[in-house]
């Protein structure tokens, strides 16, 4: 038997509070306060305590999707990448990277924020990028 | 003592031993197993307190003949023994090393984060329950003060069910807290005073009084006070000192299993 | 935020206005019950009244939108008796004249007749205000979501700087972001106008610089913010998307308007970790793996990025985003190749001065509040502390402007729109969530009494909302937290999709946010439920890849 605390960030809004993933033998049994975190110390709000839940969800995808004739096809991301690169380069060709536009998360990390906006401005060509934090 | 608990671990006296780390700066929790024996030189004790014996249960509930070595302070013992009586674990396989045993050789680095406890501000004092108050004090007030007093502390609740959660003693399946009929749910703060006395209630014969749940609600209401007033009545009215003895039968104040005979009402005074 | 949670504690006075925060940031709401106890005056100003209203020692409802009168109503009496800090003014500001002059003409009476707050209540929130020094003044989408959202900031921040509150520990402007990192997002160059660190695309030296790191030239005009990619989608213009952890199905304003809009694009490629309502209408879903099963960073509202840790694997055959961008990057030629998420820290903090000095190692469990120019520098708890970012700070003098809506002949009530504390923003986290979702499993529309009774509600019936744009039904809900003529709606729910009601052409002209705080509509009685709140409806059934026949 393992069990292990992992610390990491509550990731539902922006009060950024500490917390300890229980993972016992590699699956997440829970969640728990950071009691010397800075910003919580120790606490946590109902949807913090639940962290864990919506990670363990059934409905969480599981490979990726496309779709054809209307309905979605499970596949694999050889396929699913070099489809999504070949409609972008196709669109971008047609009509030109102002055609393309990006919308970046408040829920990915800052590395993959830095990356989606580097592949926008860089690879797509388009600065068109934005999120939904406003809304 | 780290010698003692990788003598142990190493001989299969215990499968894990849950103590604390440092992390960063931080002490975590962690549980030690064979594999990683070398990782005992980092065993500390911690002094931000984390229900260790309930992680001991989530594993225990996995596997149950599992041996589980735990660094306990008196509280952790208390609540074992509570654990123990309502069959959330098995005693034969749980052995405990004191934590405040100065011979124990487990330090506490200085140079590590703690955990400061809420220091009541005059306002609180003014119109709250004081959390450092004793119970007698509380009792001093008039009715009416009283009443709003502690109304005062359970509107600031945010219902994160920290405390329900955070207690190492609170394994029920269903929680009554949870009881839609008991319970409303919806707007905040949650239905007072019901929500804060349906879980006082059920602390008779359960708290051990290791005040984790006050140190982890977001509104510093004076949890631990509320159930050592509900212990206490236990005290006076059957004798019954929660978690003192792994012996005890368990209380149940609600359910079939009430086996001690209340003694006389007037019996302490 | 201009300054730290913890300092909240300390403040001598907190002034809340547009934010639930116990609901939408308990533990922020915790420091203001700390701050109260140990002595602070609070004051609320909320369209409802909130839990924390409670504990206040004033709380007023302002009408809908009245935001900007409210404020120049209470720096009009502040000036009045003279309780401005003159020698910050004098010092560290500029332009004060032009702020005097306009919030001469709120005159308490004028104030209150806008706003439906007593004179004394005003009178009272400005004396407290500007006298329990540091006063920290916290806010959230209350202020933002507004077509005179930028307005409404701006006259929050010269309260702050009136009373010499920006650039103090325990006070300043401090705006609470709603989704987790929302900061890093913005930090990090999730704009269509900057690269990370706020440097401008059309600044010669910035788009310099970045193209010669990256090793492609750059385009230097600013792009379309997302409120101007619908209608460029209606238009034809903008023909793919890429839509990556995010649901704007439920969170753009006016929802038939973009559900049309995204029907027009060619090709919209959606990344998630649930078939949320947008990648439903997916051409490709590409599958993410959950914040628990990847390392990285984020940025809180206190601008203190901290790195989550990896716990278990990646679920089933699911990627971190930051590998599937670099898969689809490098598909499209552009090799992107990084060991970790480090890997990729390092190069943004080489980029980006505010994040300089940060590595994961100074990281650790704490994290480090942004500016961090360099590797000695200990993060900053609050800014603007000897001088502001661009020198002195500006007063803007800003007159009151109507919402864009307001209630009238036909459409008689108020809608504002809003969260409640057990679920979060559009519910694909909290609805799926077992211990979250029995807090509150339907949507609901909260009523006054005084309404209910007019209209001859009772708690549970389901009514229909309608305004210019659509209708939707909720069950009732009768609350005294609401003002009469004022309606209430989560946004949480799919099933009861507030933004069909909302209007996507209300935008704050300058931060193009749309106006989800105010807008007129008119009910009606759908069915009777004998006063019960329905059970579950079912909306958010789980949609297995197969199984989801597409309609887009
Ligand atoms: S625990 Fe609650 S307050 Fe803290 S970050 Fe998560 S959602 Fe926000
Ligand atoms: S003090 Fe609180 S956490 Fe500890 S046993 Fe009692 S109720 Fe549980
Ligand atoms: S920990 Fe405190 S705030 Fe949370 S539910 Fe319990 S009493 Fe309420």
């Given at each position: 038997?393992?069990?292990?605390?992992?610390?990491?960030?509550?990731?539902?809004?922006g009060?950024g509070?500490?917390?300890?993933?229980e993972?016992?033998?590699?699956?997440l049994?829970?969640?728990?306060?950071?009691?010397t975190?800075?910003?919580?110390?120790?606490k946590?709000?109902?949807?913090?305590?639940?962290?864990?839940?919506?990670?363990?969800?059934?409905?969480?995808?599981?490979?990726?999707?496309?779709?054809?004739?209307?309905?979605f096809?499970?596949?694999?991301?050889?396929?699913?990448?070099a489809?999504?690169?070949?409609?972008?380069?196709?669109?971008?060709?047609?009509?030109?990277?102002?055609?393309?536009?990006v919308?970046?998360?408040a829920?990915?990390?800052n590395?993959?924020?830095?990356?989606?906006m580097?592949?926008?401005?860089?690879?797509?060509g388009?600065?068109?990028?934005?999120?939904?934090?406003?809304l | 003592?780290?010698?003692?608990?990788?003598?142990w671990?190493?001989e299969?006296?215990?499968?894990?031993?849950i103590?604390?780390?440092?992390?960063?700066?931080h002490p975590?929790?962690?549980?030690?197993?064979?594999?990683?024996?070398?990782?005992?030189?980092g065993?500390?004790n911690?002094?931000a307190r984390?229900?260790?014996?309930k992680?001991?249960t989530?594993?225990?509930?996995?596997?149950?003949?599992?041996?589980?070595?735990?660094?306990?302070?008196?509280?952790n013992?208390?609540?074992?023994?509570?654990?123990?009586?309502?069959?959330?674990?098995?005693?034969?396989?749980?052995?405990?090393?004191?934590?405040?045993?100065?011979?124990?050789?487990?330090?506490?680095?200085?140079?590590?984060?703690?955990?400061?406890?809420?220091?009541?501000g005059?306002?609180?004092?003014?119109?709250?329950?004081?959390?450092?108050m004793?119970?007698?004090?509380a009792?001093a007030?008039?009715?009416?003060?009283r009443?709003?007093?502690?109304?005062?502390?359970?509107?600031k609740?945010?219902?994160?069910?920290?405390?329900r959660?955070?207690?190492?003693?609170?394994?029920?399946?269903?929680c009554?807290l949870?009881?839609?009929d008991?319970?409303?749910?919806?707007?905040?703060?949650?239905?007072?005073?019901i929500?804060?006395?349906?879980?006082?209630?059920h602390?008779?014969?359960?708290?051990?009084?290791c005040?984790?749940?006050?140190?982890?609600c977001?509104a510093?209401?004076?949890?631990?006070?509320?159930?050592?007033?509900?212990n206490?009545i236990?005290?006076?009215?059957?004798?019954?000192?929660?978690?003192?003895?792994?012996?005890q039968?368990?209380?149940s104040?609600?359910?079939?299993?009430?086996?001690?005979?209340?003694?006389?009402?007037?019996?302490?005074? | 935020m201009?300054?730290?949670i913890?300092e909240?504690?300390?403040?001598?006075?907190?002034?809340?206005?547009?934010?639930?925060?116990?609901?939408?940031h308990?533990?922020?709401?915790?420091?203001?019950?700390?701050?109260?106890?140990?002595?602070?005056?609070?004051?609320?100003?909320?369209?409802?009244?909130?839990q924390?209203?409670?504990f206040?020692?004033?709380?007023?409802?302002?009408r809908?939108?009245?935001?900007?009168?409210?404020?120049n109503?209470?720096?009009?009496?502040?000036?009045?008796?003279?309780?401005?800090?003159?020698?910050?003014?004098?010092?560290?500001t500029?332009?004060?004249?032009?702020?005097?002059?306009?919030?001469?003409?709120?005159?308490?009476?004028?104030?209150?007749?806008?706003?439906?707050?007593?004179?004394?209540?005003?009178?009272h929130?400005?004396?407290?205000?500007?006298?329990?020094?540091?006063?920290?003044?916290l806010?959230?989408?209350?202020?933002?979501?507004?077509?005179?959202g930028?307005?409404?900031v701006k006259?929050?921040?010269?309260?702050?700087?009136l009373?010499?509150?920006?650039?103090?520990?325990?006070?300043?402007?401090?705006?609470?972001?709603?989704?987790?990192?929302?900061?890093?997002?913005?930090?990090?160059?999730?704009?269509?106008?900057?690269y990370?660190?706020?440097?401008?695309?059309?600044?010669?030296?910035?788009?310099?610089?970045?193209?010669?790191?990256?090793?492609?030239?750059?385009p230097?005009?600013?792009?379309?913010?997302?409120?101007?990619?619908?209608?460029?989608?209606?238009?034809?213009?903008?023909?793919?998307?890429?839509?990556?952890?995010?649901?704007?199905?439920?969170?753009?304003?006016?929802?038939?308007?973009?559900?049309?809009?995204?029907e027009?694009l060619?090709?919209?490629?959606?990344?998630?970790?649930?078939?949320?309502?947008?990648?439903?209408?997916?051409?490709?879903?590409l599958?993410?793996?959950?914040?628990?099963?990847?390392?990285?960073?984020?940025?809180?509202?206190?601008?203190?990025c901290?790195r989550?840790r990896?716990?278990i694997?990646?679920?089933?055959?699911?990627?971190?985003?930051?590998?599937?961008l670099?898969?689809?990057?490098?598909?499209?030629?552009?090799?992107?190749?990084?060991?970790?998420?480090?890997?990729i820290?390092?190069?943004?903090?080489?980029?980006?001065?505010?994040?300089?000095?940060?590595?994961?190692?100074?990281?650790?469990?704490?994290?480090?509040?942004w500016?961090?120019?360099?590797?000695?520098?200990?993060?900053t708890?609050?800014?603007?502390?000897h001088?502001?970012?661009?020198?002195?700070?500006k007063?803007h003098?800003?007159?009151?402007?109507?919402?864009?809506?307001?209630?009238?002949?036909?459409?008689p009530?108020?809608?504002?729109?809003?969260?409640m504390?057990?679920?979060?923003?559009?519910?694909?986290?909290?609805?799926?969530?077992?211990?979250l979702?029995?807090?509150?499993?339907?949507?609901y529309v909260?009523?006054h009494?005084?309404?209910?009774?007019?209209?001859?509600?009772?708690?549970?019936?389901?009514?229909?909302?309608?305004?210019?744009?659509?209708?939707?039904?909720?069950?009732?809900?009768?609350?005294?937290t609401?003002?009469?003529?004022?309606?209430?709606?989560?946004?949480?729910?799919?099933?009861n999709?507030?933004?069909i009601l909302t209007?996507?052409?209300?935008?704050?002209?300058?931060?193009?946010?749309p106006?989800f705080?105010?807008?007129?509509?008119?009910?009606?009685?759908?069915?009777?439920?004998?006063?019960?709140?329905?059970?579950?409806?079912?909306?958010?059934d789980?949609?297995?890849?197969?199984?989801a026949?597409?309609?887009?």
């Amino acid at each position: 038997m393992e069990c292990e605390l992992v610390p990491s960030v509550c990731s539902y809004c922006g009060t950024g509070c500490g917390v300890l993933f229980e993972v016992i033998d590699k699956e997440l049994a829970g969640t728990l306060p950071m009691k010397t975190h800075p910003v919580n110390e120790g606490k946590l709000c109902i949807k913090g305590w639940n962290l864990h839940e919506h990670i363990n969800s059934p409905l969480r995808l599981k490979q990726p999707l496309v779709r054809s004739f209307g309905r979605f096809l499970k596949t694999g991301w050889d396929e699913a990448i070099a489809i999504a690169a070949r409609r972008f380069r196709e669109i971008i060709d047609q009509y030109g990277p102002e055609s393309v536009g990006v919308l970046v998360s408040a829920k990915i990390t800052n590395e993959e924020n830095y990356l989606a906006m580097k592949l926008a401005r860089a690879v797509l060509g388009t600065n068109s990028v934005d999120h939904c934090a406003r809304l | 003592m780290k010698a003692r608990v990788r003598r142990w671990l190493e001989e299969g006296t215990v499968d894990v031993f849950i103590g604390y780390r440092q992390v960063d700066g931080h002490p975590l929790p962690y549980c030690f197993t064979r594999e990683n024996l070398d990782a005992l030189d980092g065993l500390i004790n911690s002094p931000a307190r984390y229900a260790l014996e309930k992680i001991a249960t989530h594993l225990a509930s996995r596997q149950p003949d599992l041996k589980i070595g735990i660094l306990s302070l008196d509280t952790n013992r208390r609540a074992l023994n509570v654990l123990g009586i309502w069959n959330q674990i098995n005693p034969e396989n749980i052995t405990t090393v004191d934590a405040d045993d100065a011979a124990s050789g487990v330090a506490t680095p200085d140079d590590m984060r703690t955990f400061e406890p809420v220091v009541p501000g005059p306002y609180k004092q003014q119109v709250g329950i004081d959390n450092a108050m004793s119970p007698a004090d509380a009792e001093a007030f008039d009715q009416s003060e009283r009443f709003s007093r502690w109304m005062y502390e359970f509107e600031k609740c945010i219902k994160c069910y920290g405390c329900r959660n955070i207690c190492p003693v609170c394994f029920c399946r269903e929680c009554s807290l949870e009881h839609r009929d008991l319970i409303g749910t919806g707007p905040l703060p949650p239905d007072v005073p019901i929500f804060h006395l349906v879980r006082a209630v059920h602390m008779a014969g359960r708290c051990i009084d290791c005040g984790l749940c006050e140190e982890a609600c977001p509104a510093d209401i004076s949890l631990r006070l509320l159930y050592r007033k509900v212990n206490q009545i236990l005290d006076n009215v059957f004798e019954y000192q929660t978690g003192s003895d792994p012996g005890q039968p368990p209380f149940s104040l609600l359910g079939n299993q009430v086996t001690l005979e209340p003694k006389p009402l007037d019996a302490d005074k | 935020m201009t300054n730290s949670i913890a300092e909240i504690e300390d403040a001598g006075c907190i002034f809340i206005i547009g934010s639930n925060t116990t609901a939408c940031h308990p533990l922020i709401a915790r420091r203001v019950y700390r701050a109260k106890e140990k002595g602070a005056k609070l004051i609320v100003a909320d369209p409802r009244r909130i839990q924390l209203s409670r504990f206040a020692d004033v709380a007023v409802q302002h009408r809908l939108g009245s935001d900007v009168a409210l404020l120049n109503g209470m720096m009009h009496l502040i000036i009045a008796n003279g309780w401005q800090a003159a020698d910050y003014i004098q010092e560290r500001t500029e332009d004060y004249a032009e702020l005097e002059k306009t919030v001469r003409e709120y005159t308490p009476e004028k104030v209150a007749a806008i706003t439906g707050v007593s004179v004394d209540d005003i009178q009272h929130m400005a004396e407290i205000y500007a006298t329990n020094s540091p006063a920290a003044l916290l806010y959230a989408m209350g202020i933002t979501q507004h077509t005179t959202g930028v307005d409404n900031v701006k006259s929050c921040c010269n309260l702050a700087m009136l009373c010499g509150n920006v650039g103090v520990a325990g006070g300043g402007v401090n705006p609470l972001r709603g989704q987790n990192n929302v900061q890093g997002a913005c930090d990090m160059g999730g704009l269509p106008n900057v690269y990370s660190g706020y440097q401008l695309v059309n600044d010669i030296k910035s788009n310099e610089k970045f193209a010669k790191a990256w090793g492609r030239p750059l385009p230097d005009k600013p792009g379309l913010p997302v409120t101007a990619m619908i209608p460029a989608m209606l238009e034809g213009k903008l023909k793919a998307l890429y839509v990556i952890g995010e649901n704007p199905k439920l969170s753009d304003p006016d929802r038939n308007h973009l559900n049309h809009a995204l029907e027009k694009l060619d090709f919209l490629l959606v990344q998630d970790i649930f078939l949320s309502e947008t990648a439903q209408a997916a051409d490709v879903v590409l599958a993410a793996c959950s914040m628990a099963e990847k390392e990285g960073t984020f940025t809180n509202t206190e601008r203190r990025c901290m790195r989550i840790r990896k716990a278990i694997d990646p679920l089933a055959d699911t990627l971190p985003d930051w590998q599937i961008l670099c898969r689809l990057s490098s598909a499209l030629g552009y090799e992107m190749n990084y060991a970790d998420p480090e890997a990729i820290f390092n190069e943004m903090a080489a980029l980006t001065p505010s994040y300089a000095g940060m590595t994961y190692a100074r990281l650790g469990l704490d994290g480090l509040q942004w500016p961090c120019p360099n590797a000695d520098h200990p993060g900053t708890p609050y800014l603007h502390r000897h001088q502001f970012a661009r020198g002195k700070g500006k007063f803007h003098a800003i007159g009151f402007l109507e919402p864009a809506e307001l209630p009238d002949d036909e459409f008689p009530y108020f809608l504002t729109t809003g969260r409640m504390f057990a679920h979060f923003h559009t519910g694909t986290m909290t609805r799926i969530s077992p211990n979250l979702n029995v807090e509150q499993t339907t949507g609901y529309v909260e009523i006054h009494p005084d309404d209910a009774l007019a209209e001859e509600i009772r708690d549970g019936d389901m009514l229909t909302i309608a305004s210019r744009r659509g209708e939707m039904e909720a069950p009732a809900r009768i609350t005294p937290t609401v003002r009469p003529g004022t309606l209430f709606l989560p946004m949480h729910f799919g099933e009861n999709p507030t933004n069909i009601l909302t209007s996507a052409e209300a935008l704050d002209p300058i931060a193009k946010i749309p106006e989800f705080k105010v807008s007129a509509v008119k009910i009606r009685k759908f069915s009777e439920q004998m006063g019960k709140i329905p059970e579950e409806t079912g909306a958010a059934d789980p949609v297995e890849a197969d199984a989801a026949a597409g309609s887009r």
